[in-house]
Protein backbone atom coordinates (compact mmCIF):
# COMPACT_ATOMS: atom_id res chain seq x y z
CA UNK A 1 0.00 0.00 0.00
CA UNK A 2 1.40 3.03 -1.04
CA UNK A 3 1.00 6.24 1.47
CA UNK A 4 0.24 9.35 0.05
CA UNK A 5 3.10 12.07 1.09
CA UNK A 6 2.72 14.80 3.22
CA UNK A 7 2.52 17.92 2.04
CA UNK A 8 5.98 19.60 1.67
CA UNK A 9 5.39 22.19 4.00
CA UNK A 10 4.81 19.40 6.29
CA UNK A 11 7.93 17.19 5.44
CA UNK A 12 10.24 20.83 5.71
CA UNK A 13 8.39 21.46 9.02
CA UNK A 14 9.55 17.67 10.38
CA UNK A 15 12.65 17.51 9.07
CA UNK A 16 13.37 21.20 10.69
CA UNK A 17 12.27 19.73 14.25
CA UNK A 18 14.84 17.08 13.91
CA UNK A 19 17.54 18.77 12.51
CA UNK A 20 17.30 21.50 15.74
CA UNK A 21 17.07 18.68 18.03
CA UNK A 22 19.91 16.94 16.52
CA UNK A 23 22.05 20.32 16.59
CA UNK A 24 21.26 20.69 20.13
CA UNK A 25 23.58 18.43 21.26
CA UNK A 26 26.38 18.40 18.17
CA UNK A 27 28.99 19.69 20.34
CA UNK A 28 29.66 16.62 22.61
CA UNK A 29 29.08 17.98 26.28
CA UNK A 30 31.68 16.24 27.88
CA UNK A 31 34.14 17.81 25.98
CA UNK A 32 36.07 20.87 27.92
CA UNK A 33 35.34 24.29 25.68
CA UNK A 34 35.93 27.49 27.71
CA UNK A 35 32.27 28.37 28.63
CA UNK A 36 32.00 31.90 26.28
CA UNK A 37 33.21 29.74 22.93
CA UNK A 38 30.51 27.04 23.49
CA UNK A 39 28.04 29.73 23.85
CA UNK A 40 28.88 31.42 20.74
CA UNK A 41 29.01 28.45 19.07
CA UNK A 42 25.17 27.53 19.85
CA UNK A 43 23.94 31.01 19.87
CA UNK A 44 24.42 31.03 15.89
CA UNK A 45 23.82 27.29 15.36
CA UNK A 46 20.47 27.73 17.29
CA UNK A 47 19.70 31.03 15.83
CA UNK A 48 17.07 30.05 13.45
CA UNK A 49 16.99 29.96 9.45
CA UNK A 50 15.32 27.75 6.59
CA UNK A 51 17.78 24.97 7.45
CA UNK A 52 17.72 24.31 3.40
CA UNK A 53 20.74 22.80 3.43
CA UNK A 54 20.35 20.30 5.96
CA UNK A 55 17.49 19.46 4.88
CA UNK A 56 18.57 18.92 1.49
CA UNK A 57 21.08 16.21 2.42
CA UNK A 58 18.38 14.01 4.00
CA UNK A 59 16.51 14.49 1.26
CA UNK A 60 18.89 13.64 -1.15
CA UNK A 61 19.74 10.18 0.77
CA UNK A 62 15.26 9.53 0.71
CA UNK A 63 15.33 9.73 -3.60
CA UNK A 64 17.88 6.58 -3.06
CA UNK A 65 15.43 4.99 -0.37
CA UNK A 66 17.97 5.17 2.02
CA UNK A 67 17.36 5.68 5.24
CA UNK A 68 18.31 9.29 5.99
CA UNK A 69 19.77 8.73 9.78
CA UNK A 70 22.83 7.77 9.08
CA UNK A 71 22.60 10.87 6.47
CA UNK A 72 21.90 13.19 9.68
CA UNK A 73 25.86 14.00 11.02
CA UNK A 74 26.57 15.09 7.28
CA UNK A 75 23.40 17.85 7.48
CA UNK A 76 24.51 18.98 10.95
CA UNK A 77 28.16 19.46 9.28
CA UNK A 78 26.48 21.57 6.43
CA UNK A 79 24.63 23.49 8.62
CA UNK A 80 27.86 24.21 10.69
CA UNK A 81 29.77 25.12 7.62
CA UNK A 82 26.64 27.82 6.24
CA UNK A 83 26.60 29.07 10.21
CA UNK A 84 30.18 29.56 10.30
CA UNK A 85 30.38 31.71 6.85
CA UNK A 86 27.17 34.11 8.36
CA UNK A 87 29.02 34.04 11.55
CA UNK A 88 32.65 35.61 9.71
CA UNK A 89 30.26 37.63 6.57
CA UNK A 90 28.51 39.21 9.26
CA UNK A 91 31.51 40.83 10.87
CA UNK A 92 32.80 44.03 11.11
CA UNK A 93 35.10 43.85 8.73
CA UNK A 94 33.19 42.33 6.06
CA UNK A 95 29.15 43.08 6.09
CA UNK A 96 29.40 44.65 9.11
CA UNK A 97 25.79 43.65 9.97
CA UNK A 98 24.16 43.91 13.41
CA UNK A 99 21.30 41.85 13.01
CA UNK A 100 20.49 38.83 11.71
CA UNK A 101 16.81 37.43 11.28
CA UNK A 102 15.96 40.14 14.30
CA UNK A 103 18.47 38.55 16.27
CA UNK A 104 21.66 40.46 17.43
CA UNK A 105 24.93 39.14 15.13
CA UNK A 106 27.46 36.90 16.95
CA UNK A 107 29.96 39.35 17.64
CA UNK A 108 27.33 42.03 18.96
CA UNK A 109 26.80 39.51 21.86
CA UNK A 110 30.31 37.85 22.49
CA UNK A 111 32.20 40.24 20.16
CA UNK A 112 34.63 40.72 17.54
CA UNK A 113 37.34 37.79 18.43
CA UNK A 114 35.01 35.37 20.15
CA UNK A 115 32.87 35.57 17.04
CA UNK A 116 35.65 34.92 14.74
CA UNK A 117 36.89 32.20 16.79
CA UNK A 118 33.30 30.80 17.28
CA UNK A 119 33.45 30.79 13.28
CA UNK A 120 36.46 28.89 13.05
CA UNK A 121 35.40 26.13 15.59
CA UNK A 122 32.23 25.42 13.93
CA UNK A 123 34.33 25.21 10.40
CA UNK A 124 36.35 22.28 12.09
CA UNK A 125 33.66 20.56 13.73
CA UNK A 126 31.84 20.35 10.61
CA UNK A 127 34.38 17.26 9.73
CA UNK A 128 34.21 15.88 13.03
CA UNK A 129 30.57 15.69 12.21
CA UNK A 130 31.36 13.75 8.63
CA UNK A 131 33.24 11.34 10.68
CA UNK A 132 30.70 10.86 12.86
CA UNK A 133 28.43 8.77 10.20
CA UNK A 134 31.27 6.42 9.92
CA UNK A 135 31.59 6.02 13.53
CA UNK A 136 27.63 5.76 14.23
CA UNK A 137 26.14 4.50 10.98
CA UNK A 138 28.97 2.34 9.73
CA UNK A 139 29.53 4.52 6.70
CA UNK A 140 32.74 3.21 5.00
CA UNK A 141 36.35 5.01 5.47
CA UNK A 142 36.47 5.82 1.53
CA UNK A 143 33.00 7.46 1.50
CA UNK A 144 34.07 9.50 4.25
CA UNK A 145 37.80 10.69 2.14
CA UNK A 146 35.05 11.07 -0.64
CA UNK A 147 32.84 13.34 1.47
CA UNK A 148 35.70 15.41 3.33
CA UNK A 149 37.17 16.19 -0.34
CA UNK A 150 33.71 17.32 -1.70
CA UNK A 151 33.66 19.66 1.42
CA UNK A 152 36.96 21.16 1.45
CA UNK A 153 36.66 22.31 -2.39
CA UNK A 154 32.97 23.50 -2.36
CA UNK A 155 33.13 25.22 1.10
CA UNK A 156 37.19 26.58 0.30
CA UNK A 157 38.76 28.51 -2.01
CA UNK A 158 37.47 27.40 -4.96
CA UNK A 159 34.02 26.91 -3.65
CA UNK A 160 31.90 29.33 -0.58
CA UNK A 161 35.20 31.44 0.51
CA UNK A 162 36.46 31.66 -3.15
CA UNK A 163 32.35 33.02 -3.85
CA UNK A 164 32.45 35.37 -0.85
CA UNK A 165 36.09 36.81 -1.74
CA UNK A 166 34.62 37.45 -4.63
CA UNK A 167 31.75 38.81 -3.95
CA UNK A 168 33.89 41.13 -1.19
CA UNK A 169 36.04 42.54 -4.34
CA UNK A 170 33.11 43.03 -6.34
CA UNK A 171 31.61 45.37 -4.20
CA UNK A 172 34.40 47.73 -6.24
CA UNK A 173 32.05 47.18 -9.25
CA UNK A 174 31.28 43.64 -11.06
CA UNK A 175 30.54 45.15 -14.64
CA UNK A 176 29.23 41.71 -15.90
CA UNK A 177 26.68 39.33 -15.41
CA UNK A 178 29.26 36.63 -16.12
CA UNK A 179 31.11 37.64 -13.21
CA UNK A 180 27.75 37.73 -11.20
CA UNK A 181 26.40 34.46 -12.19
CA UNK A 182 30.55 33.27 -10.76
CA UNK A 183 29.42 34.68 -7.34
CA UNK A 184 26.42 33.16 -7.00
CA UNK A 185 27.63 30.03 -7.64
CA UNK A 186 30.07 29.71 -5.41
CA UNK A 187 28.69 31.79 -2.45
CA UNK A 188 25.46 29.64 -3.09
CA UNK A 189 25.54 26.76 -5.48
CA UNK A 190 28.56 25.34 -4.32
CA UNK A 191 27.28 24.36 -0.58
CA UNK A 192 24.21 23.10 -1.91
CA UNK A 193 25.75 20.69 -4.20
CA UNK A 194 27.65 19.57 -1.56
CA UNK A 195 24.64 18.76 0.70
CA UNK A 196 22.82 16.97 -2.25
CA UNK A 197 26.22 15.31 -2.85
CA UNK A 198 26.99 13.81 0.70
CA UNK A 199 23.16 12.80 0.99
CA UNK A 200 23.00 10.67 -2.24
CA UNK A 201 26.95 9.41 -1.64
CA UNK A 202 25.59 8.15 2.21
CA UNK A 203 23.09 6.45 0.64
CA UNK A 204 25.11 4.87 -2.03
CA UNK A 205 24.32 7.00 -5.31
CA UNK A 206 26.05 5.93 -8.16
CA UNK A 207 28.21 8.17 -10.37
CA UNK A 208 25.61 9.00 -12.23
CA UNK A 209 22.92 9.59 -9.56
CA UNK A 210 25.98 12.22 -8.08
CA UNK A 211 25.96 13.96 -11.37
CA UNK A 212 22.47 14.38 -11.71
CA UNK A 213 22.34 15.66 -8.44
CA UNK A 214 25.31 17.98 -8.52
CA UNK A 215 23.82 19.93 -11.62
CA UNK A 216 20.11 19.97 -9.43
CA UNK A 217 22.08 21.72 -6.67
CA UNK A 218 24.03 24.17 -9.48
CA UNK A 219 20.70 24.88 -10.91
CA UNK A 220 18.36 25.11 -7.65
CA UNK A 221 21.30 26.86 -5.99
CA UNK A 222 21.30 29.79 -8.71
CA UNK A 223 17.95 30.17 -8.75
CA UNK A 224 17.55 30.51 -4.96
CA UNK A 225 19.93 33.34 -5.01
CA UNK A 226 17.90 35.08 -8.36
CA UNK A 227 14.52 34.06 -6.40
CA UNK A 228 16.16 36.29 -3.44
CA UNK A 229 17.50 39.19 -6.05
CA UNK A 230 13.98 39.12 -6.91
CA UNK A 231 12.39 39.43 -3.50
CA UNK A 232 14.36 42.03 -2.29
CA UNK A 233 13.08 44.01 -4.78
CA UNK A 234 9.41 43.47 -4.91
CA UNK A 235 8.94 41.30 -2.13
CA UNK A 236 7.16 41.94 1.08
CA UNK A 237 8.57 43.38 3.93
CA UNK A 238 6.23 41.37 6.57
CA UNK A 239 6.84 38.01 4.93
CA UNK A 240 10.53 38.83 4.46
CA UNK A 241 10.91 39.88 7.40
CA UNK A 242 13.83 42.65 6.33
CA UNK A 243 13.57 45.92 4.32
CA UNK A 244 13.34 45.40 0.64
CA UNK A 245 15.35 47.31 -1.86
CA UNK A 246 18.38 46.75 -0.05
CA UNK A 247 20.13 45.77 -2.70
CA UNK A 248 19.22 49.12 -5.06
CA UNK A 249 20.20 50.93 -1.81
CA UNK A 250 24.01 49.70 -1.57
CA UNK A 251 24.12 49.82 -5.48
CA UNK A 252 24.55 46.00 -5.57
CA UNK A 253 24.13 44.57 -9.22
CA UNK A 254 21.88 41.77 -9.17
CA UNK A 255 19.90 39.62 -11.71
CA UNK A 256 16.68 41.79 -11.99
CA UNK A 257 19.67 44.87 -12.58
CA UNK A 258 21.04 43.14 -15.64
CA UNK A 259 17.86 41.31 -17.27
CA UNK A 260 15.07 42.76 -16.17
CA UNK A 261 12.59 41.20 -13.45
CA UNK A 262 11.12 39.40 -16.05
CA UNK A 263 13.82 37.91 -17.39
CA UNK A 264 14.88 36.82 -13.89
CA UNK A 265 11.68 35.16 -13.06
CA UNK A 266 11.62 33.39 -16.28
CA UNK A 267 15.76 31.93 -15.27
CA UNK A 268 14.09 30.86 -12.18
CA UNK A 269 11.32 28.46 -13.58
CA UNK A 270 14.15 27.26 -16.60
CA UNK A 271 16.92 26.59 -13.71
CA UNK A 272 14.03 24.52 -11.61
CA UNK A 273 12.61 22.73 -14.93
CA UNK A 274 16.37 21.78 -15.59
CA UNK A 275 17.29 20.79 -11.92
CA UNK A 276 14.20 18.53 -12.12
CA UNK A 277 15.02 17.06 -15.25
CA UNK A 278 18.03 15.79 -14.18
CA UNK A 279 16.96 14.08 -11.53
CA UNK A 280 13.85 12.50 -12.91
CA UNK A 281 16.44 11.51 -15.98
CA UNK A 282 18.93 9.68 -13.72
CA UNK A 283 16.44 7.51 -12.39
CA UNK A 284 16.01 7.85 -8.60
CA UNK A 285 13.88 4.94 -6.90
CA UNK A 286 11.80 8.12 -4.51
CA UNK A 287 12.58 11.12 -6.21
CA UNK A 288 9.34 12.49 -4.98
CA UNK A 289 10.59 15.13 -2.55
CA UNK A 290 13.41 16.73 -4.08
CA UNK A 291 11.22 18.10 -6.87
CA UNK A 292 9.11 19.07 -4.67
CA UNK A 293 11.47 21.06 -2.89
CA UNK A 294 13.02 22.75 -5.94
CA UNK A 295 9.20 24.09 -6.98
CA UNK A 296 8.74 24.86 -3.43
CA UNK A 297 12.17 26.99 -3.38
CA UNK A 298 11.23 28.70 -6.65
CA UNK A 299 7.29 29.49 -5.49
CA UNK A 300 8.79 31.13 -1.91
CA UNK A 301 7.87 34.45 -0.96
CA UNK A 302 10.38 34.81 1.64
CA UNK B 1 77.04 -1.21 6.92
CA UNK B 2 74.81 1.69 9.11
CA UNK B 3 75.06 5.44 7.68
CA UNK B 4 75.99 7.93 10.08
CA UNK B 5 72.96 10.23 10.48
CA UNK B 6 73.67 14.05 10.21
CA UNK B 7 73.48 16.52 12.47
CA UNK B 8 69.96 17.50 13.71
CA UNK B 9 70.81 20.88 12.38
CA UNK B 10 71.07 19.26 8.88
CA UNK B 11 68.05 17.13 9.13
CA UNK B 12 66.22 20.21 9.69
CA UNK B 13 67.01 22.20 7.32
CA UNK B 14 66.41 19.93 4.37
CA UNK B 15 63.52 18.92 5.41
CA UNK B 16 61.93 22.77 5.42
CA UNK B 17 63.61 22.98 2.25
CA UNK B 18 61.26 19.33 1.17
CA UNK B 19 58.21 21.15 2.67
CA UNK B 20 58.15 24.45 1.37
CA UNK B 21 58.99 23.44 -1.94
CA UNK B 22 55.58 21.31 -1.54
CA UNK B 23 53.65 24.26 -0.15
CA UNK B 24 54.33 26.33 -2.94
CA UNK B 25 52.34 23.67 -5.23
CA UNK B 26 50.00 23.07 -2.52
CA UNK B 27 47.02 24.80 -3.35
CA UNK B 28 46.06 23.24 -7.15
CA UNK B 29 47.02 25.86 -10.01
CA UNK B 30 44.25 24.74 -12.28
CA UNK B 31 41.64 25.71 -9.41
CA UNK B 32 39.61 28.98 -9.65
CA UNK B 33 40.31 30.80 -6.69
CA UNK B 34 39.80 34.71 -7.28
CA UNK B 35 43.41 36.50 -7.44
CA UNK B 36 43.89 38.27 -4.55
CA UNK B 37 42.38 35.43 -2.36
CA UNK B 38 44.92 33.19 -3.77
CA UNK B 39 47.58 35.64 -3.03
CA UNK B 40 46.78 35.75 0.73
CA UNK B 41 46.29 32.29 1.15
CA UNK B 42 50.45 31.94 -0.13
CA UNK B 43 51.26 35.12 1.59
CA UNK B 44 51.43 33.80 4.71
CA UNK B 45 52.24 30.09 3.90
CA UNK B 46 55.40 30.97 2.14
CA UNK B 47 56.01 33.50 5.24
CA UNK B 48 58.94 31.41 6.61
CA UNK B 49 58.56 30.62 10.28
CA UNK B 50 59.91 27.12 11.88
CA UNK B 51 57.91 24.28 10.28
CA UNK B 52 58.43 22.39 13.33
CA UNK B 53 54.62 20.87 13.26
CA UNK B 54 54.88 19.83 9.87
CA UNK B 55 58.99 18.35 10.62
CA UNK B 56 57.21 15.84 13.49
CA UNK B 57 54.96 14.89 11.39
CA UNK B 58 57.84 13.18 8.59
CA UNK B 59 59.98 12.52 11.94
CA UNK B 60 56.78 10.24 13.18
CA UNK B 61 56.41 8.38 10.35
CA UNK B 62 60.11 8.05 9.85
CA UNK B 63 60.42 6.91 13.87
CA UNK B 64 58.25 3.75 12.47
CA UNK B 65 60.69 2.68 9.79
CA UNK B 66 58.24 4.15 6.82
CA UNK B 67 59.11 6.51 4.00
CA UNK B 68 58.10 9.61 4.96
CA UNK B 69 56.83 10.60 1.26
CA UNK B 70 52.84 9.27 2.14
CA UNK B 71 52.93 11.34 4.95
CA UNK B 72 53.73 14.67 3.48
CA UNK B 73 50.42 16.11 2.93
CA UNK B 74 49.02 15.42 6.36
CA UNK B 75 52.26 17.59 6.84
CA UNK B 76 51.17 20.38 4.40
CA UNK B 77 47.58 20.40 6.36
CA UNK B 78 49.35 20.96 9.89
CA UNK B 79 51.18 24.06 8.57
CA UNK B 80 48.11 25.46 6.80
CA UNK B 81 46.35 25.08 9.95
CA UNK B 82 49.02 26.53 12.12
CA UNK B 83 49.30 29.51 9.52
CA UNK B 84 45.31 29.58 9.51
CA UNK B 85 45.57 30.55 13.45
CA UNK B 86 48.48 33.00 13.22
CA UNK B 87 46.38 35.08 10.44
CA UNK B 88 43.47 34.94 12.11
CA UNK B 89 45.02 35.69 15.58
CA UNK B 90 47.13 38.96 14.09
CA UNK B 91 43.92 40.27 13.39
CA UNK B 92 43.10 43.77 14.47
CA UNK B 93 40.10 42.33 17.10
CA UNK B 94 42.72 39.42 18.42
CA UNK B 95 46.12 40.12 19.21
CA UNK B 96 46.38 43.31 16.58
CA UNK B 97 50.12 42.70 15.03
CA UNK B 98 51.58 44.37 12.39
CA UNK B 99 54.49 42.24 11.69
CA UNK B 100 55.11 38.77 12.48
CA UNK B 101 58.88 37.17 11.66
CA UNK B 102 59.40 40.64 10.28
CA UNK B 103 56.95 40.82 7.89
CA UNK B 104 53.68 43.11 7.41
CA UNK B 105 50.64 40.43 9.20
CA UNK B 106 48.73 39.03 6.16
CA UNK B 107 45.70 42.00 7.28
CA UNK B 108 48.35 44.78 6.48
CA UNK B 109 48.63 43.74 3.58
CA UNK B 110 45.72 42.63 2.04
CA UNK B 111 42.90 43.84 4.10
CA UNK B 112 40.52 42.60 7.28
CA UNK B 113 37.95 40.71 5.15
CA UNK B 114 40.44 38.93 2.90
CA UNK B 115 42.78 38.07 5.46
CA UNK B 116 39.74 36.57 7.54
CA UNK B 117 38.90 34.76 4.37
CA UNK B 118 42.23 33.41 3.55
CA UNK B 119 42.40 31.86 6.82
CA UNK B 120 39.43 30.56 6.87
CA UNK B 121 40.32 28.83 3.59
CA UNK B 122 43.57 27.61 4.72
CA UNK B 123 41.60 26.00 7.56
CA UNK B 124 39.08 24.14 4.82
CA UNK B 125 41.80 23.45 2.84
CA UNK B 126 44.17 21.43 5.46
CA UNK B 127 41.56 18.98 5.50
CA UNK B 128 41.95 18.30 0.98
CA UNK B 129 45.45 18.09 1.93
CA UNK B 130 44.72 15.15 4.19
CA UNK B 131 42.61 13.12 1.72
CA UNK B 132 45.61 13.35 -1.24
CA UNK B 133 47.68 11.16 1.39
CA UNK B 134 44.69 8.65 0.37
CA UNK B 135 44.63 9.75 -3.38
CA UNK B 136 48.13 9.60 -3.81
CA UNK B 137 49.66 7.28 -1.66
CA UNK B 138 46.83 4.73 -0.88
CA UNK B 139 46.80 5.48 2.60
CA UNK B 140 43.25 4.20 3.39
CA UNK B 141 39.74 5.33 3.72
CA UNK B 142 39.50 4.40 7.26
CA UNK B 143 43.36 6.01 8.52
CA UNK B 144 42.17 9.29 6.69
CA UNK B 145 38.76 9.18 8.90
CA UNK B 146 40.86 8.68 11.75
CA UNK B 147 43.43 11.43 10.79
CA UNK B 148 40.42 13.95 9.86
CA UNK B 149 38.17 12.86 13.35
CA UNK B 150 42.15 14.06 15.17
CA UNK B 151 42.22 16.85 13.39
CA UNK B 152 38.34 18.27 13.97
CA UNK B 153 38.92 17.77 17.81
CA UNK B 154 42.76 19.20 18.47
CA UNK B 155 42.37 21.81 16.12
CA UNK B 156 38.91 22.70 17.48
CA UNK B 157 36.98 23.79 20.12
CA UNK B 158 38.18 21.42 22.46
CA UNK B 159 41.66 21.97 21.01
CA UNK B 160 43.38 24.85 19.39
CA UNK B 161 40.39 27.17 19.05
CA UNK B 162 39.57 26.35 22.43
CA UNK B 163 43.16 27.51 24.28
CA UNK B 164 42.87 30.54 21.86
CA UNK B 165 39.85 31.11 23.14
CA UNK B 166 40.88 30.55 26.99
CA UNK B 167 43.85 32.72 26.41
CA UNK B 168 41.80 35.53 25.00
CA UNK B 169 39.58 35.20 27.88
CA UNK B 170 42.71 34.66 30.43
CA UNK B 171 44.28 38.30 29.54
CA UNK B 172 41.04 39.69 31.34
CA UNK B 173 43.39 37.59 34.10
CA UNK B 174 44.44 34.21 34.97
CA UNK B 175 44.80 33.68 38.08
CA UNK B 176 46.29 30.00 38.44
CA UNK B 177 49.26 28.01 36.51
CA UNK B 178 46.73 24.93 36.00
CA UNK B 179 44.89 28.01 33.48
CA UNK B 180 47.74 28.70 32.15
CA UNK B 181 48.58 25.38 31.69
CA UNK B 182 45.23 25.07 29.92
CA UNK B 183 46.02 27.45 27.75
CA UNK B 184 49.83 25.94 26.88
CA UNK B 185 47.97 22.37 26.30
CA UNK B 186 45.53 23.32 24.39
CA UNK B 187 47.20 26.07 22.28
CA UNK B 188 50.34 24.40 21.44
CA UNK B 189 50.62 20.99 22.36
CA UNK B 190 47.30 19.92 20.97
CA UNK B 191 48.45 20.60 17.46
CA UNK B 192 51.68 19.18 17.94
CA UNK B 193 49.99 15.66 19.32
CA UNK B 194 47.88 16.01 16.15
CA UNK B 195 51.71 16.32 14.00
CA UNK B 196 52.82 13.12 15.52
CA UNK B 197 49.65 10.92 15.59
CA UNK B 198 48.89 11.87 12.06
CA UNK B 199 52.52 10.76 10.72
CA UNK B 200 52.01 7.90 13.41
CA UNK B 201 48.86 6.93 11.93
CA UNK B 202 50.12 6.67 7.76
CA UNK B 203 53.05 4.88 9.03
CA UNK B 204 50.61 2.33 10.82
CA UNK B 205 51.59 2.62 14.48
CA UNK B 206 49.88 0.53 16.71
CA UNK B 207 47.79 1.76 19.53
CA UNK B 208 50.62 2.11 22.04
CA UNK B 209 52.74 3.75 19.42
CA UNK B 210 50.39 6.30 19.38
CA UNK B 211 49.88 6.90 23.08
CA UNK B 212 53.46 7.36 23.28
CA UNK B 213 53.80 10.03 20.52
CA UNK B 214 50.41 11.32 22.12
CA UNK B 215 52.48 11.60 25.71
CA UNK B 216 55.18 13.07 23.88
CA UNK B 217 53.49 15.60 21.72
CA UNK B 218 51.92 16.71 25.10
CA UNK B 219 55.12 17.24 27.10
CA UNK B 220 57.16 18.30 24.18
CA UNK B 221 54.36 21.02 23.39
CA UNK B 222 54.50 22.34 27.05
CA UNK B 223 58.36 22.53 27.54
CA UNK B 224 58.31 24.38 23.96
CA UNK B 225 55.77 26.88 25.42
CA UNK B 226 57.30 27.28 28.55
CA UNK B 227 60.78 27.48 26.57
CA UNK B 228 59.19 30.77 24.78
CA UNK B 229 58.23 32.42 28.07
CA UNK B 230 61.93 31.73 29.39
CA UNK B 231 63.29 32.79 25.86
CA UNK B 232 60.78 36.25 26.49
CA UNK B 233 62.10 37.05 29.74
CA UNK B 234 66.04 36.54 29.37
CA UNK B 235 66.54 35.49 25.52
CA UNK B 236 69.16 37.64 23.31
CA UNK B 237 67.08 40.19 20.98
CA UNK B 238 69.05 39.47 17.91
CA UNK B 239 68.75 35.54 18.31
CA UNK B 240 65.18 35.99 18.81
CA UNK B 241 64.44 38.63 15.85
CA UNK B 242 61.69 40.47 18.57
CA UNK B 243 62.02 42.29 21.50
CA UNK B 244 62.32 40.48 24.78
CA UNK B 245 60.42 40.87 27.67
CA UNK B 246 56.96 41.76 25.74
CA UNK B 247 55.31 39.30 28.41
CA UNK B 248 56.08 41.23 31.66
CA UNK B 249 55.01 44.84 29.62
CA UNK B 250 51.80 43.12 28.60
CA UNK B 251 51.50 41.84 31.82
CA UNK B 252 50.89 38.49 30.48
CA UNK B 253 51.17 35.75 33.09
CA UNK B 254 53.92 32.93 32.24
CA UNK B 255 55.33 29.81 33.70
CA UNK B 256 58.87 31.75 35.33
CA UNK B 257 55.54 34.27 36.94
CA UNK B 258 53.79 31.86 38.72
CA UNK B 259 57.79 28.95 39.66
CA UNK B 260 60.31 31.04 38.73
CA UNK B 261 62.65 31.27 36.42
CA UNK B 262 64.95 28.11 37.99
CA UNK B 263 62.39 26.16 38.70
CA UNK B 264 60.76 26.30 34.75
CA UNK B 265 63.95 25.71 33.57
CA UNK B 266 64.08 22.50 35.37
CA UNK B 267 59.97 21.64 34.30
CA UNK B 268 61.73 22.03 30.71
CA UNK B 269 63.83 19.79 31.19
CA UNK B 270 61.65 17.35 32.76
CA UNK B 271 59.35 17.56 30.08
CA UNK B 272 61.63 16.67 27.55
CA UNK B 273 63.34 13.42 29.43
CA UNK B 274 59.43 12.26 30.08
CA UNK B 275 58.32 12.49 26.14
CA UNK B 276 61.95 11.01 25.50
CA UNK B 277 61.08 7.98 27.87
CA UNK B 278 57.43 7.28 26.32
CA UNK B 279 59.30 6.84 22.94
CA UNK B 280 62.16 4.76 24.41
CA UNK B 281 59.67 2.29 25.96
CA UNK B 282 56.93 2.17 23.12
CA UNK B 283 59.92 0.71 21.09
CA UNK B 284 60.07 2.24 17.73
CA UNK B 285 62.51 0.71 14.64
CA UNK B 286 63.81 4.41 14.27
CA UNK B 287 63.18 6.94 16.76
CA UNK B 288 66.58 8.78 16.86
CA UNK B 289 65.11 11.84 15.22
CA UNK B 290 62.30 12.02 17.28
CA UNK B 291 64.70 11.86 20.69
CA UNK B 292 66.82 14.54 18.93
CA UNK B 293 63.87 16.65 18.10
CA UNK B 294 63.29 17.33 21.65
CA UNK B 295 66.49 18.03 22.92
CA UNK B 296 66.76 20.47 20.27
CA UNK B 297 63.57 22.01 20.83
CA UNK B 298 64.76 22.29 24.83
CA UNK B 299 68.26 23.83 24.06
CA UNK B 300 67.10 26.12 21.60
CA UNK B 301 67.70 29.84 22.06
CA UNK B 302 65.09 31.22 19.70
Redesign the interface.
Known amino acids: MIEPLNGIDTYIKEKVLLIEQELKTS??SQ????A???EA?MYSLMAGGKRLRPILVLAAAEALDADSTAAMPAALAVEMIHT?SLI?DD?P??DDDDYRRGKLTNHKVF????A??A???L??????M??QS??KHGI??????DI??D???L????GM??G???D??GEQGVTRLEELEYIHLHKTSDLIVFSLKAGGRIAGASDKQLAALEHFGTCIGLAFQIQDDILDLIGDEQKLGKPVQSDVKQQKVTYPYFIGIEASKAKVEELTRKAKQSIVQAGFPKPERLLQLADFLMKRDH
Chains 1, 2 share one sequence.
Request: hydrophobic letters at 55%; aromatic letters at 6%.
Open positions: IPWSIPPLRMYHLAMGEAMILGDALTHAFHIVARSGETIAVELSRAGAPVGQAAML
